[in-house]
């Protein structure tokens, strides 16, 4: 079987996952994401700046929407994190209330090598 090569960037953080997380909510197998899907949801400025965040900043595993101090209406937020979750670009999971995203790293480099460096490369 080949080796595959990826470039991702020195610079994201790749935390390992704890034990007992709950269930993540509902997203796209690794099979069926879509470049254009993907790239449709990264082509907002914001949502863009959302997983560059995560990518290049998270100080735990997953982060809840008031962590990225974003001045935008609760059901703005809620729009921009479910299109994220929904192209497979974030994965999130329900604590309580709460809703705690991360990028899907390692199912993105599989299935786009390299997209993510471009990400945290961009600058905004």
């Given at each position: 079987?080949?080796?595959?090569?990826?470039?991702?960037?020195?610079?994201?953080?790749?935390?390992?996952?704890?034990?007992?997380?709950?269930?993540?909510?509902?997203?796209?197998?690794?099979?069926?994401?879509?470049?254009?899907?993907?790239?449709?949801?990264?082509?907002?400025?914001?949502?863009?700046?959302?997983?560059r965040t995560l990518l290049l900043e998270r100080e735990e595993f997953d982060h809840p929407c008031g962590w990225f101090g974003l001045d935008r209406p609760k059901s703005s937020l809620t729009h921009h994190?479910?299109?994220?979750?929904?192209?497979?670009?974030?994965?999130?999971?329900?604590?309580?209330?709460?809703?705690?995203?991360?990028?899907?790293?390692?199912?993105?480099?599989?299935?786009?090598?390299?997209?993510?460096?471009?990400?945290?490369?961009?600058?905004?």
């Amino acid at each position: 079987m080949p080796s595959t090569t990826t470039r991702q960037d020195s610079r994201i953080k790749v935390l390992p996952e704890p034990a007992g997380l709950p269930a993540p909510l509902p997203e796209p197998a690794v099979d069926d994401l879509r470049l254009e899907t993907v790239m449709g949801a990264l082509s907002d400025p914001l949502r863009l700046r959302i997983v560059r965040t995560l990518l290049l900043e998270r100080e735990e595993f997953d982060h809840p929407c008031g962590w990225f101090g974003l001045d935008r209406p609760k059901s703005s937020l809620t729009h921009h994190f479910r299109a994220l979750r929904d192209a497979g670009v974030l994965r999130q999971r329900q604590y309580g209330l709460e809703r705690r995203s991360e990028v899907r790293i390692a199912d993105l480099e599989a299935r786009f090598p390299g997209l993510l460096a471009l990400v945290a490369a961009w600058t905004p």
